[in-house]
């Protein structure tokens, strides 16, 4: 029997800063690296998965944000900041 994997949802009433509703869907990398940002924010809000992101993207220019659907401010919503 094959084991179904749980698909993230937006949350309905978040506590803390997340992002508006991803125009690419809830089913890409962004969204679910939203999500670990959020988490992430609230276990050791000094942490760098922004930079780290950043840095990946800079190292690896082949590889096009936006076909993870990251739209083209990400790092301009208050989660990423």
Do not use: C
């Not at 800063?17 to 690296?33: C, E, K, M, N």
């Not at 922004?50 to 993870?68: E, H, M, R």
Request: glycine share 4%.
């Amino acid at each position: 029997m094959a084991s179904r994997g749980v698909r993230p949802l937006m949350p309905r009433h978040p506590r803390n800063t997340f992002i508006s509703q991803p125009s690419a869907g809830t089913q890409r990398t962004y969204f679910v690296l939203a999500i670990i940002r959020y988490w992430l924010n609230l276990i050791d809000p000094s942490n760098a998965l922004t930079q780290d992101l950043a840095q990946l993207f800079s190292l690896y220019p082949s590889v096009y944000p936006g076909a993870l659907g990251f739209p083209q401010s990400w790092q301009q919503e208050a989660l990423w900041k």
